[in-house]
């Protein structure tokens, strides 16, 4: 075939060209870390990646409800737990006042340590949360749970769940469940207490307000085994929610991150193909009849 | 009957014919770097005998030579082949080059692109939901809202950006043609003047021709050669230039059917770079249509629900975005919540801990709508995306492979009328050395005739 001078020439334009555009690509795979950076470089993979990174960003977001989930429980645990040393004191005070030996002093000094103990109920029944939430207030959190006016003890509260997103589409009452009556059984119950201590009605108080709060310190012990189970489930949804955004973060790195070793290699190629390009243009372009002619 | 000068007369023809061919190669050789020029090639042939009366009857003397034409060493099916070629790569081409840009405006796949905005934007839900009295949660809310509106936002003006680029270099092609179709008119007036039935005006055809190629890449231009030398140029069944006439092309666009219009004629184009930019027109006004049909239905669905909530403030009926606009280009965050983030509602009821409200509109996320073509927000979002960067992709491929086979065109084209320097100087060493010896004759017959004349002293 003949070849024209400005074939020749356009030919070796042409391909330094390619050889340069392909060393340009491998050197930005390079830079980037990234085997493709535009959608039309590879239209699967990025259905994928956008989809993956969609998923990471949202379980990131339940991690962070998870994580508040478990504050708010956490305070409820505690909550509880003061509630149950409460009644056992409580029970305790009953027991050494039910025994007819007392004397009207002592029977009065057990009674004040109720009176005590009962105003204490209404202070746990108040307890607010790091960020100063009525944690017994139900969905009212800024509105104080418990009022004891002269005697009556005045809710003011709505009991109702709050419920947090602990997985895609699930939620979790991470609110007490029947606050009020948790508290008004337990406070009526001492009320009764110290009536039946200051009336001296030993049998009254061994058959009834020991018997009651024998009932309300089992029924704390139920709420406190369900926070718990809650506890423990949110701390494996954890577990496992971190393990599937470590997942997820594999995957987008397979499909999107460059293996180094490949990408030096092809780099190190491109470059050799632009050298034999060069060296190849150069040594051609040299031989001319011109340069043989006297 | 020869005369005495005879001999002088046939060699001065050699002379004059050598130093001509010589002139054609030294044109070839001065037009090396022209584009569209093809090699021309001096034929000679003998000139008319003379009788020559021998002892056996007439005979025929020969007269020297004479140049019998310069012809250009042209290929007429390589010239057709490079024109269809040159349109179908120049729409491609063109197309390729606007859906680069077109692409670029979403970036994807991008933690700042909309596709993140979309997903951040119910997280925040999600998390004002499973916590609402927490102030911090109502502002992650907002934010993320104002980041997904300004990025659509965004997308929708630079497709109008790009878009009034490609019209502008639409436009500049069709005013590129219709000069183009003037001088090809007005060189057609010239080659038709020029030509006979065996010599033809070679250089005005070369620049003719490289207008009719370009007129190809641009607008898928075909042209019919003429008995007399001129050409007919054709652009979408409309006839351009007949003749030494020409005729502007219709300067309408119709990007979404693809054709020129001036409201008397409409004319499809198919091929040329002109097809290239309806299409990337064509293209960007469907991209539009999808971010509007995206704002609508978010705007629609978000605001229908949570407008059902009392916000912070107690209020109820809030919109999130604005109502007042409608499509991508108006879609933004409503003046109440732009203006306090309490004014986002968390619940129906009211209390500051009910994030039931919330939980639903982060539930929206995976709902299947039926004006999204029964997709939900996150996955018809993708759909375009992937759908744009297959285009794009098979775009690209089209556009290399059309460049391959125009490149074996030309290079075969090139190997007939190409000029080749080391070629051109083996002809010039051959018409030197037949120049040489036809002087040389010359002194010789110039002896001879000397001798002649000195015989009658």
Do not use: C
């Not at chain 1, 962070?64 to 956490?74: E, F, Q, V, Y």
């Not at chain 1, 607010?128 to 749970?145: E, H, L, P």
């Amino acid at each position: 075939m003949r070849i024209s001078t400005a074939h020749q020439f356009e030919t070796y334009r042409a391909r330094i060209s390619a050889r340069q555009a392909d060393l340009f690509a491998a050197q930005q795979q390079m830079l980037t870390g990234k085997s493709f950076s535009k959608a039309s470089e590879n239209p699967a993979a990025t259905r994928q990646v956008v989809s993956a990174n969609n998923l990471i960003g949202r379980a990131e977001q339940i991690g962070k409800n998870l994580i508040t989930a478990k504050k708010r429980l956490s305070y409820n645990e505690t909550a509880l737990s003061e509630m149950t040393t409460l009644t056992n004191r409580a029970r305790t005070l009953v027991i050494q006042g039910a025994n007819d030996t007392n004397t009207p002093e002592a029977r009065e000094a057990l009674a004040t340590e109720l009176e005590t103990l009962r105003d204490q109920i209404v202070n746990i029944g108040n307890t607010r949360d790091s960020r100063g939430r009525y944690i017994f207030s139900g969905q009212q959190v800024d509105t104080k749970a418990f009022s004891a006016g002269t005697g009556t003890l005045i809710y003011n509260g709505d009991g109702l769940p709050l419920q947090a997103e602990i997985a895609p589409g699930e939620r979790m009452n991470v609110a007490l469940e029947n606050p009020e009556g948790l508290i008004r059984g337990l406070y009526d119950r001492l009320n009764s207490a110290i009536n039946n201590m200051r009336s001296g009605n030993g049998q009254t108080l061994s058959d009834q307000d020991l018997a009651g709060l024998e009932q309300i310190g089992k029924s704390v012990n139920l709420v406190r085994g369900t926070t718990g189970a809650q506890i423990a489930r949110v701390e494996k949804l954890n577990e496992q929610n971190e393990l599937r955004i470590d997942d997820l973060k594999t995957q987008v790195s397979d499909l999107q991150d460059i293996d180094i070793a490949e990408a030096i290699t092809r780099y190190q190629q491109a470059e050799t193909a632009y050298s034999a390009a060069l060296q190849t243009v150069a040594k051609g372009y040299q031989l001319s009849l011109m340069d043989f002619l006297r | 009957m020869p005369g005495p000068f005879q001999g002088i007369g046939t060699v001065s023809t050699a002379l004059r014919a050598f130093q001509r061919g010589l002139d054609v190669v030294g044109h070839n050789i001065a037009n090396v770097n022209t584009p569209g020029y093809t090699r021309q090639i001096t034929t000679f042939r003998t000139a008319a005998p003379t009788d020559l009366y021998t002892a056996s009857g007439i005979a025929a003397l020969g007269n020297g030579v004479r140049i019998d034409s310069i012809i250009s060493a042209r290929d007429l099916v390589l010239e057709g082949q490079a024109g269809a070629n040159a349109g179908a790569y120049g729409r491609s081409a063109a197309y390729t080059a606007a859906l680069t840009q077109i692409e670029g405006v979403y970036g994807e796949p991008s933690a700042n692109g909309i596709a993140a905005a979309l997903g951040a934007f119910f997280d925040a839900w999600s998390g004002l939901g499973s916590n609402p009295s927490e102030p911090a949660n109502r502002l992650q809310v907002r934010n993320a809202a104002e980041t997904l509106t300004s990025r659509i936002r965004t997308a929708y003006s630079e497709m109008d950006r790009i878009s009034e680029h490609v019209s502008a270099s639409a436009t500049e092609v069709i005013e590129r043609v219709d000069l183009l179709a003037k001088e090809v008119a007005k060189l057609n007036l010239e080659i038709a003047r020029f030509s006979t039935s065996t010599n033809r005006p070679n250089d005005l055809i070369d620049q003719r021709t490289l207008m009719l190629q370009e007129m190809s890449s641009l607008v898928g231009a075909n042209w019919r050669e003429q008995k007399d030398g001129t050409v007919t140029v054709y652009a979408g069944g409309a006839i351009l230039v007949e003749g030494q006439s020409s005729r502007p092309l219709p300067s309408t666009i119709d990007a979404s059917a693809g054709t020129l219009t001036d409201g008397v004629i409409t004319i499809p184009i198919r091929s040329g770079q002109l097809a290239g930019h309806m299409d990337a027109l064509a293209q960007m006004q469907g991209q539009q249509q999808m971010l509007n049909e995206l704002a609508n239905s978010l705007r629609a669905d978000i605001n229908g629900v949570h407008q059902t909530g009392i916000n912070a403030l107690g209020q109820t009926g809030i919109h999130i975005f604005d109502e007042s606009s409608t499509g991508a280009e108006g879609f933004r965050l409503s003046d109440q919540v732009l203006a306090n983030a309490d004014a986002i509602a968390a619940g129906v009821s009211g209390s500051a801990g009910d994030g039931g409200l919330a939980l639903s509109i982060s539930d929206r996320r995976d709902q299947a709508l039926a004006a999204l073509g029964g997709k939900g927000f996150e996955s018809f979002f993708q759909n375009a995306i992937v759908r744009l960067g297959s285009e794009v992709s098979h775009q690209q491929t089209t556009s290399e492979a059309l460049l391959a086979v125009g490149q074996q065109i030309e290079s075969q084209r090139q190997s007939i009328g190409g000029v080749s320097l080391d070629e051109e100087m083996t002809d010039m060493m051959r018409l030197q050395r037949s120049y040489q010896a036809a002087a040389r004759a010359l002194t010789v017959f110039d002896e001879v005739t000397e001798d002649l004349l000195g015989i009658i002293r």
